[in-house]
């Protein structure tokens, strides 16, 4: 048997307690299970929707938890620990081992203090899914500055926080996976969320960098990009689709990018079951040079600019300058 797997058969708390019956389909398809024994993950935002999947099914694989989340609405108000402390209960009910935490990701001290009750009680951190959110949407032109910056704050330096806490001890353990939770409403865009749209992509630009930075550490940094039905998307889609959009669809992703063998720098899509990746491409372009005419000539080319074809994902942001030199070189040699 590889090293850090063990079957189902082995574990008696994965072999037939868990609520989400989608986390069975390795067993029932007799495939090797990642698992999560000895490791500690962070959760945040995990009394409700995915993050309480996430939760459970890390706990479920052997990891200790903790349960993070301030118990907030949608909108990022009120606050109450008492959803995650359910989501303690349930993990420990089937022979688990979770803890709760109410800090808001936003309180830089409180996230501080969260990490530290972690590496007092079980003296290692080697995932933090950071998933806690909000959503304040309206269309542009109606949006108050005040929501915009709350969203950027919960999603982009709740994130930060959270990271920037455990790095060191990650660093320190050359050991560790960090996800960090996007969406399609960033790497795409949607109507009545630039706030949101806009947070959610600074992550994927956060996990570009980290993950560049964390590798000779042992660190892994990667983005998920999930769908599924949970308040965020209520009353959004007909009743069937929702059905199909359970947040234990999505659980599958994170567990990958948890997971020693997770990849590095990836931005993992999942729905209904439904896996994709994202990438960051750039087009081979074309060398136009300095002219006093280049802006007009590039008016005129470019959708040859836009070509898709022969479009690569750069390793780093200096490698897509490169790209520009080198074309700048080949044209003056020719
Ligand atoms: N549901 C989707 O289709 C979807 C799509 C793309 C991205 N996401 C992202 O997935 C994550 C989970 O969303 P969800 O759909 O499960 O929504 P959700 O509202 O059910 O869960 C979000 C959780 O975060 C908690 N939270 C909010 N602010 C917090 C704070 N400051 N500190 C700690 N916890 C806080 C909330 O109390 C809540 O339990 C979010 O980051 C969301 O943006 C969801």
Not at 63 to 89: C, F, M, T
Not at 211 to 235: D, F, Q, W, Y
Not at 245 to 253: D, G, M, R, T, W
Request: with cysteine.
């Amino acid at each position: 048997m590889a090293s850090g797997y063990q079957s189902c058969a082995q574990n008696p708390f994965l072999a037939g307690t868990s609520a989400s019956g989608s986390l069975f389909y390795l067993k029932d398809h007799n495939i090797m299970s990642l698992n999560f024994t000895g490791r500690v993950a962070i959760v945040t935002g995990a009394g409700g929707g995915l993050g309480k999947q996430h939760a459970l099914a890390l706990a479920a694989r052997g990891a200790k938890v903790v349960v993070n989340d301030l118990g907030a609405d949608v909108h990022g108000d009120g606050g109450s620990v008492s959803a995650a402390q359910a989501v303690v209960e349930e993990i420990r009910a089937k022979g688990g081992e979770a803890m709760v935490n109410g800090a808001s990701v936003t309180d830089y001290e409180a996230v501080k203090a969260m990490v530290q009750q972690t590496m007092d009680a079980w003296g290692r951190v080697d995932i933090l899914v950071n998933n806690a959110g909000i959503l304040r949407d309206k269309s542009f032109a109606k949006m108050e500055i005040a929501d915009f910056r709350l969203v950027m704050d919960v999603h982009v330096m709740g994130a930060v926080h959270c990271t920037k806490a455990v790095w060191a001890i990650m660093q320190a353990q050359n050991y560790g996976r960090v996800v960090l939770t996007t969406s399609s409403s960033g790497l795409y865009g949607n109507f009545g969320q630039a706030n949101y749209g806009a947070a959610k992509m600074a992550l994927a630009g956060l996990m570009q960098t980290l993950s560049i930075e964390g590798e000779k550490h042992g660190i892994r940094v990667n983005c998920l990009a999930p769908t599924a039905a949970t308040r965020m998307t209520e009353g959004l889609m007909p009743p069937e689709v929702l059905n199909a959009l359970q947040p234990q669809a999505v659980v599958p992703a994170m567990l990958v990018m948890a997971s020693e063998d997770a990849p590095n720098r990836t931005i993992l899509c999942a729905g209904a079951g439904s896996f994709e990746v994202a990438h960051i491409t750039l087009t081979q372009g074309l060398h136009l040079g300095l002219h006093d005419d280049t802006a007009e000539q590039l008016a005129a080319a470019l959708a040859q600019v836009k070509d898709p074809a022969g479009q690569m994902v750069p390793l780093s942001g200096s490698a897509q300058g490169g790209h520009e030199i080198a074309m700048a070189l080949a044209a003056h040699s020719a």
